[in-house]
Protein backbone atom coordinates (compact mmCIF):
# COMPACT_ATOMS: atom_id res chain seq x y z
CA UNK A 1 0.00 0.00 0.00
CA UNK A 2 1.58 3.13 -0.92
CA UNK A 3 1.19 7.30 0.91
CA UNK A 4 -1.35 7.82 -1.55
CA UNK A 5 -4.62 8.33 -0.33
CA UNK A 6 -6.43 5.22 -1.06
CA UNK A 7 -9.76 5.90 -2.39
CA UNK A 8 -12.60 4.80 0.33
CA UNK A 9 -16.18 3.61 -0.79
CA UNK A 10 -19.30 4.26 1.01
CA UNK A 11 -19.04 1.31 3.47
CA UNK A 12 -15.76 2.30 4.40
CA UNK A 13 -13.73 0.91 1.80
CA UNK A 14 -12.54 -2.77 0.85
CA UNK A 15 -9.70 -4.44 2.37
CA UNK A 16 -7.28 -4.44 -0.68
CA UNK A 17 -4.71 -6.60 -2.22
CA UNK A 18 -1.97 -5.47 0.59
CA UNK A 19 -3.72 -5.67 3.75
CA UNK A 20 -5.38 -9.49 2.37
CA UNK A 21 -1.70 -10.32 2.15
CA UNK A 22 -0.85 -9.37 5.59
CA UNK A 23 -3.39 -10.76 6.96
CA UNK A 24 -3.04 -14.15 5.59
CA UNK A 25 0.74 -14.43 6.88
CA UNK A 26 -1.25 -13.32 10.42
CA UNK A 27 -3.87 -15.96 10.20
CA UNK A 28 -1.11 -18.63 9.02
CA UNK A 29 0.73 -17.84 12.47
CA UNK A 30 -2.07 -17.47 14.44
CA UNK A 31 -3.37 -21.19 13.33
CA UNK A 32 0.06 -22.60 14.33
CA UNK A 33 0.06 -21.24 17.98
CA UNK A 34 -3.99 -22.17 18.73
CA UNK A 35 -3.92 -25.26 16.71
CA UNK A 36 -0.94 -26.84 18.50
CA UNK A 37 -2.68 -25.87 21.81
CA UNK A 38 -5.84 -28.24 21.03
CA UNK A 39 -4.18 -30.41 19.17
CA UNK A 40 -1.70 -31.44 22.32
CA UNK A 41 -4.94 -31.99 24.79
CA UNK A 42 -5.62 -34.49 22.93
CA UNK A 43 -2.50 -36.48 23.27
CA UNK A 44 -2.41 -36.07 26.71
CA UNK A 45 -3.12 -39.94 27.46
CA UNK A 46 -1.19 -41.21 24.80
CA UNK A 47 2.00 -38.98 26.23
CA UNK A 48 1.13 -40.58 30.04
CA UNK A 49 1.49 -44.17 28.55
CA UNK A 50 4.48 -43.45 26.28
CA UNK A 51 6.70 -42.03 28.82
CA UNK A 52 5.38 -43.98 32.00
CA UNK A 53 4.42 -41.43 33.79
CA UNK A 54 1.54 -39.62 36.02
CA UNK A 55 -1.51 -37.38 34.56
CA UNK A 56 -0.30 -34.65 36.99
CA UNK A 57 3.05 -34.76 35.69
CA UNK A 58 1.94 -34.97 31.82
CA UNK A 59 -0.60 -32.05 32.37
CA UNK A 60 2.65 -29.84 32.72
CA UNK A 61 2.64 -30.32 28.53
CA UNK A 62 0.04 -27.97 28.72
CA UNK A 63 0.13 -26.14 31.42
CA UNK A 64 4.50 -24.93 31.11
CA UNK A 65 2.96 -24.00 27.43
CA UNK A 66 0.36 -21.46 28.98
CA UNK A 67 2.87 -20.32 31.63
CA UNK A 68 5.31 -19.07 29.34
CA UNK A 69 2.66 -17.67 26.76
CA UNK A 70 1.66 -15.13 30.40
CA UNK A 71 5.24 -15.17 31.15
CA UNK A 72 5.95 -13.18 27.51
CA UNK A 73 2.64 -11.60 26.76
CA UNK A 74 3.52 -8.55 28.85
CA UNK A 75 6.72 -7.66 27.09
CA UNK A 76 5.40 -8.06 23.83
CA UNK A 77 3.75 -4.03 23.73
CA UNK A 78 7.60 -2.38 24.91
CA UNK A 79 8.90 -5.36 21.88
CA UNK A 80 7.12 -3.99 19.50
CA UNK A 81 7.24 -0.34 19.88
CA UNK A 82 11.11 -0.89 20.64
CA UNK A 83 12.30 -3.29 17.60
CA UNK A 84 9.54 -3.22 15.37
CA UNK A 85 6.67 -5.39 15.20
CA UNK A 86 7.96 -7.32 11.60
CA UNK A 87 11.28 -8.45 13.13
CA UNK A 88 9.51 -9.54 16.61
CA UNK A 89 6.49 -11.44 14.46
CA UNK A 90 10.24 -13.26 13.00
CA UNK A 91 11.56 -14.04 16.00
CA UNK A 92 7.94 -15.60 17.71
CA UNK A 93 7.88 -17.53 14.49
CA UNK A 94 11.69 -18.77 15.20
CA UNK A 95 11.19 -19.51 18.54
CA UNK A 96 7.75 -21.66 18.09
CA UNK A 97 9.71 -23.75 15.35
CA UNK A 98 12.74 -24.60 16.82
CA UNK A 99 10.62 -25.44 20.46
CA UNK A 100 8.40 -27.87 17.62
CA UNK A 101 11.09 -29.26 16.49
CA UNK A 102 12.82 -30.42 20.03
CA UNK A 103 9.06 -31.18 21.18
CA UNK A 104 8.81 -33.70 18.38
CA UNK A 105 12.03 -35.13 19.47
CA UNK A 106 11.60 -35.15 23.04
CA UNK A 107 13.66 -38.39 24.80
CA UNK A 108 11.64 -38.39 27.80
CA UNK A 109 8.22 -35.90 29.63
CA UNK A 110 11.14 -33.53 31.15
CA UNK A 111 12.54 -32.48 27.89
CA UNK A 112 9.00 -32.08 26.52
CA UNK A 113 8.16 -30.01 29.41
CA UNK A 114 11.39 -27.95 28.32
CA UNK A 115 10.40 -27.60 24.66
CA UNK A 116 6.96 -26.33 24.94
CA UNK A 117 8.14 -23.71 27.36
CA UNK A 118 10.32 -22.60 24.41
CA UNK A 119 7.01 -22.98 22.01
CA UNK A 120 5.25 -20.99 24.27
CA UNK A 121 7.49 -17.74 24.66
CA UNK A 122 6.73 -17.60 20.81
CA UNK A 123 3.30 -18.07 20.58
CA UNK A 124 2.99 -15.68 23.57
CA UNK A 125 4.25 -13.29 20.99
CA UNK A 126 2.80 -14.43 17.89
CA UNK A 127 -1.28 -13.45 18.30
CA UNK A 128 -0.57 -9.53 20.39
CA UNK A 129 2.43 -8.95 17.68
CA UNK A 130 0.34 -9.97 14.76
CA UNK A 131 -3.06 -8.15 15.77
CA UNK A 132 -1.15 -5.25 16.24
CA UNK A 133 0.60 -6.01 12.23
CA UNK A 134 -2.88 -6.01 11.02
CA UNK A 135 -4.49 -3.50 12.73
CA UNK A 136 -1.82 -1.13 12.12
CA UNK A 137 -2.00 -1.59 8.16
CA UNK A 138 -5.85 -1.72 7.86
CA UNK A 139 -6.61 1.59 9.86
CA UNK A 140 -9.63 1.49 12.32
CA UNK A 141 -12.20 2.60 9.49
CA UNK A 142 -11.60 -1.35 8.29
CA UNK A 143 -11.20 -3.05 11.73
CA UNK A 144 -13.99 -5.40 12.15
CA UNK A 145 -13.59 -6.50 8.79
CA UNK A 146 -9.95 -7.42 9.75
CA UNK A 147 -10.87 -8.68 13.33
CA UNK A 148 -13.15 -10.91 11.56
CA UNK A 149 -10.18 -12.39 9.32
CA UNK A 150 -8.35 -12.56 12.82
CA UNK A 151 -11.33 -14.48 13.88
CA UNK A 152 -10.63 -17.66 11.03
CA UNK A 153 -7.53 -19.29 13.11
CA UNK A 154 -10.01 -18.96 16.56
CA UNK A 155 -12.62 -21.00 14.90
CA UNK A 156 -10.36 -23.56 13.11
CA UNK A 157 -8.22 -24.46 16.13
CA UNK A 158 -11.19 -26.00 18.14
CA UNK A 159 -12.91 -27.63 14.79
CA UNK A 160 -9.55 -28.90 13.53
CA UNK A 161 -7.35 -29.46 16.46
CA UNK A 162 -9.02 -32.52 18.23
CA UNK A 163 -9.70 -34.27 14.94
CA UNK A 164 -6.20 -33.29 13.43
CA UNK A 165 -5.06 -34.34 17.03
CA UNK A 166 -6.98 -37.44 17.15
CA UNK A 167 -6.10 -38.58 13.69
CA UNK A 168 -2.10 -38.29 14.31
CA UNK A 169 -2.01 -39.83 17.34
CA UNK A 170 -4.01 -43.00 16.50
CA UNK A 171 -2.53 -43.32 12.93
CA UNK A 172 0.78 -42.04 12.73
CA UNK A 173 2.56 -40.88 16.08
CA UNK A 174 2.15 -38.22 19.08
CA UNK A 175 5.41 -36.55 17.83
CA UNK A 176 3.42 -35.63 13.91
CA UNK A 177 1.32 -33.10 16.05
CA UNK A 178 4.56 -30.99 16.71
CA UNK A 179 6.48 -31.82 13.33
CA UNK A 180 3.43 -30.37 11.62
CA UNK A 181 3.86 -26.96 12.95
CA UNK A 182 7.21 -26.98 10.99
CA UNK A 183 6.38 -26.66 7.11
CA UNK A 184 3.22 -24.32 8.15
CA UNK A 185 6.41 -22.32 9.74
CA UNK A 186 9.02 -22.28 7.73
CA UNK A 187 5.68 -20.99 4.96
CA UNK A 188 4.46 -18.45 7.58
CA UNK A 189 8.73 -17.04 8.20
CA UNK A 190 9.19 -16.82 4.19
CA UNK A 191 5.80 -15.08 3.61
CA UNK A 192 6.20 -12.68 6.82
CA UNK A 193 10.08 -11.60 5.38
CA UNK A 194 8.07 -10.96 1.95
CA UNK A 195 5.25 -9.47 2.87
CA UNK A 196 4.66 -7.63 6.15
CA UNK A 197 5.32 -3.95 6.01
CA UNK A 198 8.83 -2.61 6.77
CA UNK A 199 9.84 -1.28 10.29
CA UNK A 200 10.92 1.76 11.10
CA UNK A 201 12.91 2.73 13.65
CA UNK A 202 11.56 4.88 16.92
CA UNK A 203 13.25 6.27 20.02
CA UNK A 204 13.80 3.51 22.39
CA UNK A 205 11.86 3.75 25.54
CA UNK A 206 12.93 2.99 28.77
CA UNK A 207 12.37 -0.66 29.28
CA UNK A 208 10.20 -1.29 32.64
CA UNK A 209 12.28 -3.82 34.04
CA UNK A 210 10.57 -3.63 37.35
CA UNK A 211 7.34 -4.00 36.15
CA UNK A 212 8.36 -6.78 33.69
CA UNK A 213 9.45 -8.71 37.11
CA UNK A 214 5.51 -8.09 38.60
CA UNK A 215 3.53 -8.57 35.93
CA UNK A 216 5.58 -11.47 34.09
CA UNK A 217 5.67 -13.65 37.17
CA UNK A 218 2.49 -12.38 38.67
CA UNK A 219 0.22 -13.58 35.70
CA UNK A 220 1.62 -17.00 35.79
CA UNK A 221 1.99 -17.49 39.38
CA UNK A 222 -1.86 -16.76 39.36
CA UNK A 223 -2.70 -18.39 36.29
CA UNK A 224 -0.92 -21.21 38.13
CA UNK A 225 -2.49 -21.11 41.18
CA UNK A 226 -5.83 -20.82 39.59
CA UNK A 227 -5.62 -23.77 37.18
CA UNK A 228 -4.24 -25.99 40.05
CA UNK A 229 -8.11 -25.90 41.62
CA UNK A 230 -9.55 -28.81 39.83
CA UNK A 231 -7.18 -30.90 40.24
CA UNK A 232 -7.14 -29.82 44.23
CA UNK A 233 -10.52 -30.03 44.74
CA UNK A 234 -10.86 -26.25 45.75
CA UNK A 235 -8.98 -23.48 46.91
CA UNK A 236 -8.09 -24.73 50.07
CA UNK A 237 -4.64 -26.60 49.04
CA UNK A 238 -1.24 -24.60 49.38
CA UNK A 239 -0.97 -25.24 46.01
CA UNK A 240 -3.48 -23.17 44.85
CA UNK A 241 -4.19 -20.35 47.40
CA UNK A 242 -0.14 -19.19 47.86
CA UNK A 243 0.52 -18.95 43.80
CA UNK A 244 -2.44 -17.15 43.28
CA UNK A 245 -2.27 -14.77 45.88
CA UNK A 246 1.74 -14.19 45.19
CA UNK A 247 0.63 -13.25 41.67
CA UNK A 248 -2.27 -10.88 42.94
CA UNK A 249 -0.04 -9.07 45.05
CA UNK A 250 2.75 -8.49 41.98
CA UNK A 251 0.26 -7.78 40.23
CA UNK A 252 -1.44 -5.12 42.17
CA UNK A 253 1.90 -3.70 43.13
CA UNK A 254 2.37 -3.09 39.26
CA UNK A 255 -0.72 -1.39 39.08
CA UNK A 256 -0.10 0.91 42.26
CA UNK A 257 3.39 1.69 40.44
CA UNK A 258 2.40 2.14 37.14
CA UNK A 259 -0.18 5.05 38.33
CA UNK A 260 2.96 7.29 38.41
CA UNK A 261 5.64 6.68 36.24
CA UNK A 262 5.93 6.95 32.63
CA UNK A 263 5.68 4.38 29.86
CA UNK A 264 4.90 1.39 32.20
CA UNK A 265 5.16 -2.00 30.82
CA UNK A 266 1.45 -1.91 30.62
CA UNK A 267 -0.10 1.14 29.55
CA UNK A 268 -3.20 1.84 32.20
CA UNK A 269 -3.37 4.85 31.10
CA UNK A 270 -5.41 2.40 27.83
CA UNK A 271 -8.66 2.56 30.54
CA UNK A 272 -9.03 6.08 31.04
CA UNK A 273 -9.89 5.40 27.29
CA UNK A 274 -13.90 4.97 27.55
CA UNK A 275 -14.97 2.23 24.82
CA UNK A 276 -11.98 0.21 25.88
CA UNK A 277 -12.40 -0.36 29.45
CA UNK A 278 -16.28 -1.18 28.67
CA UNK A 279 -15.05 -3.61 25.88
CA UNK A 280 -12.12 -4.96 28.31
CA UNK A 281 -14.60 -5.83 31.04
CA UNK A 282 -16.87 -7.40 28.16
CA UNK A 283 -14.82 -9.56 26.64
CA UNK A 284 -13.11 -10.64 30.69
CA UNK A 285 -16.84 -11.39 31.50
CA UNK A 286 -17.26 -13.44 27.86
CA UNK A 287 -13.88 -15.29 28.11
CA UNK A 288 -14.79 -16.31 31.67
CA UNK A 289 -18.44 -17.92 30.80
CA UNK A 290 -17.57 -19.39 27.33
CA UNK A 291 -14.04 -20.42 27.50
CA UNK A 292 -14.91 -22.18 30.59
CA UNK A 293 -18.25 -23.61 29.91
CA UNK A 294 -16.33 -25.06 26.36
CA UNK A 295 -13.83 -27.17 28.11
CA UNK A 296 -16.98 -29.06 29.13
CA UNK A 297 -18.90 -29.86 25.59
CA UNK A 298 -16.10 -32.49 24.37
CA UNK A 299 -16.06 -33.62 27.84
CA UNK A 300 -20.12 -34.07 27.80
CA UNK A 301 -19.48 -36.13 24.61
CA UNK A 302 -16.37 -38.08 25.66
CA UNK A 303 -17.55 -38.84 29.63
CA UNK A 304 -21.56 -39.29 29.02
CA UNK A 305 -22.43 -40.56 25.76
CA UNK A 306 -19.07 -42.61 25.20
CA UNK A 307 -17.70 -40.45 22.14
CA UNK A 308 -13.71 -40.82 21.39
CA UNK A 309 -11.74 -37.71 21.36
CA UNK A 310 -12.05 -37.91 17.57
CA UNK A 311 -15.65 -38.18 17.55
CA UNK A 312 -15.89 -35.62 20.12
CA UNK A 313 -14.24 -33.24 18.11
CA UNK A 314 -16.34 -34.21 15.10
CA UNK A 315 -19.62 -33.43 17.37
CA UNK A 316 -18.06 -29.64 17.90
CA UNK A 317 -18.11 -28.64 14.43
CA UNK A 318 -21.22 -27.29 14.19
CA UNK A 319 -20.40 -24.57 16.12
CA UNK A 320 -17.45 -23.07 13.86
CA UNK A 321 -19.69 -23.66 10.82
CA UNK A 322 -22.19 -21.42 12.26
CA UNK A 323 -19.41 -18.91 13.42
CA UNK A 324 -17.74 -19.11 9.56
CA UNK A 325 -21.21 -17.77 8.68
CA UNK A 326 -21.83 -14.75 11.03
CA UNK A 327 -18.13 -13.89 11.66
CA UNK A 328 -17.60 -12.21 7.91
CA UNK A 329 -21.05 -10.41 7.98
CA UNK A 330 -20.56 -8.98 11.54
CA UNK A 331 -16.89 -8.16 10.50
CA UNK A 332 -18.60 -6.04 7.93
CA UNK A 333 -21.33 -4.50 9.72
CA UNK A 334 -18.99 -3.78 12.86
CA UNK A 335 -17.38 -0.94 10.84
CA UNK A 336 -21.07 0.46 9.41
CA UNK A 337 -23.07 0.17 12.72
CA UNK A 338 -20.55 -0.22 15.55
CA UNK A 339 -20.08 -3.44 18.16
CA UNK A 340 -22.88 -2.98 20.44
CA UNK A 341 -26.14 -3.82 17.82
CA UNK A 342 -23.62 -6.52 16.97
CA UNK A 343 -22.97 -8.29 20.31
CA UNK A 344 -25.76 -8.01 21.80
CA UNK A 345 -27.81 -10.18 19.38
CA UNK A 346 -24.85 -12.35 19.73
CA UNK A 347 -24.81 -13.31 23.31
CA UNK A 348 -28.42 -13.59 23.26
CA UNK A 349 -27.95 -16.28 20.59
CA UNK A 350 -24.99 -18.10 22.71
CA UNK A 351 -27.02 -17.94 26.07
CA UNK A 352 -29.98 -20.17 23.47
CA UNK A 353 -27.78 -22.27 22.33
CA UNK A 354 -26.17 -22.98 25.84
CA UNK A 355 -29.58 -23.03 27.86
CA UNK A 356 -30.12 -26.37 25.89
CA UNK A 357 -26.94 -27.70 27.53
CA UNK A 358 -28.25 -27.05 31.15
CA UNK A 359 -30.97 -29.24 30.49
CA UNK A 360 -28.58 -31.75 29.12
CA UNK A 361 -28.90 -35.71 29.78
CA UNK A 362 -27.72 -39.28 29.19
CA UNK A 363 -29.96 -39.20 26.14
CA UNK A 364 -30.38 -36.04 24.78
CA UNK A 365 -31.15 -36.46 20.85
CA UNK A 366 -27.86 -35.16 18.78
CA UNK A 367 -29.93 -33.14 16.51
CA UNK A 368 -31.00 -30.95 19.55
CA UNK A 369 -26.98 -30.99 20.93
CA UNK A 370 -26.04 -30.36 17.49
CA UNK A 371 -28.47 -27.64 16.31
CA UNK A 372 -27.58 -25.64 20.02
CA UNK A 373 -23.94 -25.74 18.99
CA UNK A 374 -24.89 -24.51 16.02
CA UNK A 375 -26.78 -21.44 17.40
CA UNK A 376 -23.75 -21.07 19.48
CA UNK A 377 -21.52 -20.47 16.60
CA UNK A 378 -23.76 -17.65 15.23
CA UNK A 379 -23.39 -16.07 17.82
CA UNK A 380 -19.88 -16.36 18.90
CA UNK A 381 -19.05 -15.22 15.49
CA UNK A 382 -20.86 -11.81 16.25
CA UNK A 383 -19.50 -11.70 19.86
CA UNK A 384 -15.71 -12.40 20.18
CA UNK A 385 -14.24 -10.46 16.86
CA UNK A 386 -16.78 -7.52 17.54
CA UNK A 387 -15.83 -6.69 21.03
CA UNK A 388 -11.78 -6.82 20.37
CA UNK A 389 -12.80 -4.10 17.40
CA UNK A 390 -14.58 -2.00 19.69
CA UNK A 391 -12.03 -1.71 21.91
CA UNK A 392 -9.31 -1.02 19.15
CA UNK A 393 -11.13 1.27 17.41
CA UNK A 394 -10.98 4.47 19.53
CA UNK A 395 -7.21 3.96 19.74
CA UNK A 396 -4.51 5.67 18.29
CA UNK A 397 -2.43 3.45 15.71
CA UNK A 398 0.73 4.46 18.27
CA UNK A 399 -1.13 2.41 21.10
CA UNK A 400 -1.99 -0.16 19.11
CA UNK A 401 0.93 -2.19 20.24
CA UNK A 402 0.46 -1.81 23.52
CA UNK A 403 -3.85 -2.28 23.53
CA UNK A 404 -3.04 -5.59 21.50
CA UNK A 405 -0.61 -6.98 24.44
CA UNK A 406 -3.65 -6.19 27.00
CA UNK A 407 -6.16 -7.42 25.37
CA UNK A 408 -4.37 -10.69 24.97
CA UNK A 409 -3.29 -10.77 28.44
CA UNK A 410 -7.58 -10.10 29.58
CA UNK A 411 -8.28 -12.90 27.72
CA UNK A 412 -5.35 -15.02 28.81
CA UNK A 413 -6.36 -14.91 32.26
CA UNK A 414 -10.07 -14.93 32.25
CA UNK A 415 -10.27 -18.01 30.29
CA UNK A 416 -8.24 -19.72 32.69
CA UNK A 417 -9.97 -18.71 35.59
CA UNK A 418 -13.39 -19.76 33.60
CA UNK A 419 -12.05 -22.72 33.18
CA UNK A 420 -10.82 -23.30 36.67
CA UNK A 421 -13.80 -21.92 38.07
CA UNK A 422 -16.16 -24.29 36.27
CA UNK A 423 -13.79 -27.65 36.46
CA UNK A 424 -14.20 -27.16 40.65
CA UNK A 425 -18.23 -26.78 39.88
CA UNK A 426 -18.35 -29.61 37.80
CA UNK A 427 -15.69 -32.02 40.32
CA UNK A 428 -17.62 -30.88 43.56
CA UNK A 429 -20.97 -31.92 41.92
CA UNK A 430 -19.51 -35.16 40.11
CA UNK A 431 -17.97 -36.21 43.69
CA UNK A 432 -21.29 -35.31 45.92
CA UNK A 433 -23.08 -37.69 42.83
CA UNK A 434 -20.63 -40.70 43.67
CA UNK A 435 -20.05 -39.97 47.09
CA UNK A 436 -16.10 -39.50 46.61
CA UNK A 437 -13.45 -36.49 47.51
CA UNK A 438 -14.05 -33.80 45.09
CA UNK A 439 -10.60 -33.86 43.68
CA UNK A 440 -11.78 -37.81 42.74
CA UNK A 441 -15.28 -36.58 41.16
CA UNK A 442 -14.18 -36.94 37.34
CA UNK A 443 -12.52 -40.47 38.12
CA UNK A 444 -15.09 -42.02 40.04
CA UNK A 445 -17.78 -40.76 37.09
CA UNK A 446 -15.40 -41.96 34.71
CA UNK A 447 -15.15 -45.52 36.39
CA UNK A 448 -18.68 -45.83 37.38
CA UNK A 449 -19.63 -45.03 33.11
CA UNK A 450 -17.12 -47.33 32.15
CA UNK A 451 -18.30 -50.49 34.12
CA UNK A 452 -21.73 -52.13 32.07
CA UNK A 453 -23.18 -52.40 35.44
CA UNK A 454 -23.42 -48.96 36.60
CA UNK A 455 -23.11 -47.41 33.16
CA UNK A 456 -26.93 -46.33 32.53
CA UNK A 457 -27.45 -44.73 35.90
CA UNK A 458 -23.78 -43.08 35.88
CA UNK A 459 -24.26 -41.27 32.81
CA UNK A 460 -27.45 -39.77 33.83
CA UNK A 461 -26.02 -38.57 37.28
CA UNK A 462 -23.21 -37.44 35.09
CA UNK A 463 -25.38 -36.10 32.61
CA UNK A 464 -27.43 -33.78 35.98
CA UNK A 465 -23.71 -32.91 36.90
CA UNK A 466 -22.76 -31.10 33.52
CA UNK A 467 -26.03 -29.39 33.18
CA UNK A 468 -26.22 -27.62 36.17
CA UNK A 469 -22.30 -26.55 35.30
CA UNK A 470 -23.97 -25.27 32.08
CA UNK A 471 -26.56 -22.67 34.16
CA UNK A 472 -23.72 -21.37 35.51
CA UNK A 473 -22.15 -20.41 32.81
CA UNK A 474 -25.45 -19.18 31.13
CA UNK A 475 -25.66 -16.93 34.64
CA UNK A 476 -22.07 -15.45 33.60
CA UNK A 477 -22.95 -14.68 30.16
CA UNK A 478 -26.15 -13.33 31.01
CA UNK A 479 -23.85 -10.56 33.01
CA UNK A 480 -22.31 -9.69 30.08
CA UNK A 481 -25.37 -7.98 28.27
CA UNK A 482 -24.51 -5.57 31.76
CA UNK A 483 -21.32 -3.87 29.53
CA UNK A 484 -22.58 -4.37 26.28
CA UNK A 485 -25.26 -1.56 27.51
CA UNK A 486 -22.41 0.63 28.04
CA UNK A 487 -20.51 0.19 24.31
CA UNK A 488 -20.36 3.45 22.97
CA UNK A 489 -22.43 3.97 19.18
CA UNK A 490 -18.87 4.50 17.95
CA UNK A 491 -18.58 4.46 14.52
CA UNK A 492 -15.62 4.50 12.25
CA UNK A 493 -14.01 7.44 10.70
CA UNK A 494 -15.42 6.48 7.11
CA UNK A 495 -14.02 9.98 4.97
CA UNK A 496 -11.38 10.26 2.69
CA UNK A 497 -9.79 12.84 4.82
CA UNK A 498 -10.07 10.51 8.24
CA UNK A 499 -8.14 7.81 5.68
CA UNK A 500 -5.65 10.60 5.03
CA UNK A 501 -4.84 11.79 8.32
CA UNK A 502 -4.61 7.41 9.16
CA UNK A 503 -1.73 7.28 6.50
CA UNK A 504 -0.28 10.31 7.99
CA UNK A 505 0.22 8.85 11.38
CA UNK A 506 1.87 5.59 9.55
CA UNK A 507 -1.57 3.43 9.14
CA UNK A 508 -1.05 0.60 6.39
CA UNK A 509 2.53 2.54 5.30
CA UNK A 510 4.93 0.24 3.50
Given at each position: M?T?????????GK?????L?????????A??????????????????????????????????Y???????????????????T????L????????????????????SL??F?V??????G????????I???T??P???????????V??????????????WLV?????R??????????VLTM????????????E???????V??????????A??????N?????????????????????L??A???????????L??L???????????M????????????????????????R?????????????????A??????????????????????????????????T?????T???????????????????M?????????????????????A???????????????L????AA????K?G???????????A?????E???????????S?G???I???V?????????????????????D?E???????????
Amino acid sequence: MSTQTPAVSPDGGKLDSAVLKVAGVVVLGAIMAILDTTVVNVALQRLTLDFHTSFDTIQWVATGYMLALATVIPVTGWASDRFGTKRLYLVAISLFLIGSMLAGLAWNVESLIIFRVVQGLGGGMLMPAGMTILTRTAGPQRLGRVMAVLGVPMLLGPICGPILGGWLVDAVSWRWIFYINVPIGVLTMFLAWRVLPKDKPEPAERFDFVGMLMVSPGLAALIFGVSNIPSEGGVGSVKVWLPALTGLALLVAFVLRARGMENPLIDLNLFRNRPFTIAMVTMSLFCIAFFGAGVFLPNYFMLVRGESALHAGLLLAPQGFGAMITMPLTGRLVDKIGARRIVLPGLLLILLGMSVFTQVGADTPYWLLLGALFVMGLGLGATMMPITTSALQSLLPKDMARASTASTIVQQTSGAVGTAGLSIVLAALLAGKFGVPTNEGQLAATAAVANPETRRAAAGLAADSFGTTFIGAVVLLALCLVPVFFMAKYRAPMAADDETVDVARGVGVH
